[in-house]
């Protein structure tokens, strides 16, 4: 079975997607090593000094980095470039999976906490405090940026024909992905991350975006789908090489557009619902602690007009 950075000549198999893969240059894989390894860094510096960081977090941060060097240096990230299901399955771990796995590990926050306030460390946090103030990372976070470019990758990509242009190009798979990866960070940062960030959605507006990449998500799959003709071009010729349909393996692709894309998005939206309740219950408490100290004006004034009330029927 030849496992390389050409296309596949076997039919696929569990056994040969999990084999390795011989890419000549494995961008994604590496970016995975150093971000695992600055993130370790990172936490191994709060714990000698002994300052807490969450456990979770750095296994949260951890599982996304492992997950996206497997789907992209693994023979998965070779099958990807000849059966357009494969590569769908990239795309939704790398939009879907793997960013919330990263968001949720907090890098932004222990980068402020662990990085030296001197020397270099200075320089880094100069910078960091830079981008966060910065007009141009407020808008490309934001719902108007972050929500069309998560639904260009997917209608703009397979309806408009920008998927065999960008494939026919030199490093156009490696290209997709990164964009892929980067249009996911995008969406999730503000839905989910509880690092300091340049605009700050409420839980109402984190909950709609969800609720409306969805439904739009949903669709696309079910038109994949149901779509009686082929969308990329660029696949047929080695999907046929390999035995197998192409209209088939781009239903295929629809199905895990519909159902592997979906599982994320109600974990997200179970997450963001959750978070919703503890602030406001949170909220809550904070209000009926302060009322017991400080007394609650509103209700003070009531009481006191409904005693001038009695005392106005008394005196009658």
């Known amino acids: 079975m030849r496992m390389s950075g050409e296309i596949p000549d076997s039919p696929p198999s569990l056994q ?15 970016v995975a090593g150093i971000l695992a390894a600055l993130y370790l860094v990172g936490a191994i510096r709060l714990w000698t000094h002994g300052r807490r960081w969450p456990v979770w977090r750095t296994v949260s941060f951890l599982l996304g980095c492992v997950l996206l060097a497997a789907v992209t240096g693994l023979g998965v990230e070779t099958y990807g470039q000849a059966l357009v299901s494969v590569f769908m399955f990239q795309q939704l771990t790398l939009m879907m999976m793997v960013p919330p796995l990263l968001v949720l590990g907090s890098p932004g926050t222990l980068l402020l906490r662990s ?110 789908m149901m779509a009686s003709t082929i969308l990329v ?15 088939a393996d781009q239903q295929l692709a629809g199905a895990l557009a519909w159902s592997y894309g979906g599982a994320p998005t109600v974990l ?46 008394r005196d009658r």
């Open 115 to 224: 990085t030296p306030h001197h020397g270099a460390g200075r320089v880094v946090l100069t910078a960091a405090h830079s981008a966060l103030r910065s007009p141009a990372a407020k808008w490309i976070l934001s719902p108007w940026a972050t929500v069309p470019l998560y639904l260009f990758a997917f209608y703009g990509i397979y309806l408009a024909g920008a998927a065999d242009a960008i494939l026919a190009l030199p490093g156009g798979h490696v290209a997709l992905e990164v964009g892929f990866l980067l249009a996911g960070m995008l969406f999730t940062i503000p839905i989910l991350s509880s690092d300091p960030l340049p605009v700050r959605l409420g839980h109402g507006a984190r909950a709609l975006d969800v609720f409306a990449e969805a439904a739009l998500h949903a669709f696309f799959g079910v038109f994949l």
């Open 16 to 30: 040969a997607f999990l084999a390795p893969a011989d890419i000549p240059l494995p961008v994604l894989p590496i």
């Open 268 to 313: 997200m939206l179970i997450y963001v619902m959750h978070r919703w309740f503890r602030s406001d219950t949170a909220r809550a408490a904070a209000a009926d602690r302060y009322a017991d100290v400080h007394g609650n004006t509103d209700l003070d004034m009531y009481n006191a007009y409904l005693k001038k009330l009695s005392s106005h029927d």
């Open 233 to 247: 071009g660029s696949f047929v010729a080695p999907t046929k090489a390999l035995g197998i349909d192409p209209l």
